[in-house]
């Protein structure tokens, strides 16, 4: 719901800490989820997620992209 509610209310434009911390729990979460998921519909979903929520975090703060980036790839390590 606040993913919707940032779309809707264009809350990026002026609370752009707020939704740059709702994206990266997003993510988080959906890098969770991709990897319990086997090959399928839902895991494509989640990808195509993945990458429009990175393209937003980039465009706001590309430091944490770029951190955020490491940390899940040392994860899967």
Do not use: R
């Not at 707020?18 to 988080?28: D, E, F, G, P």
């Not at 890098?31 to 929520?53: F, V, Y």
């Amino acid at each position: 719901q606040l993913m919707e509610q940032i779309e809707e209310y264009n809350i990026s434009e002026w609370e752009t800490a707020l939704c740059v911390s709702v994206w990266q729990s997003t993510y988080i979460n959906n890098q969770k989820l991709i990897e319990g998921e086997k090959d399928g519909p839902n895991k494509t979903a989640l990808e195509k997620m993945q990458k429009e929520l990175f393209d937003k975090i980039v465009k706001y703060d590309a430091v944490l992209a770029l951190n955020l980036e490491s940390h899940i790839q040392n994860e899967g390590e």
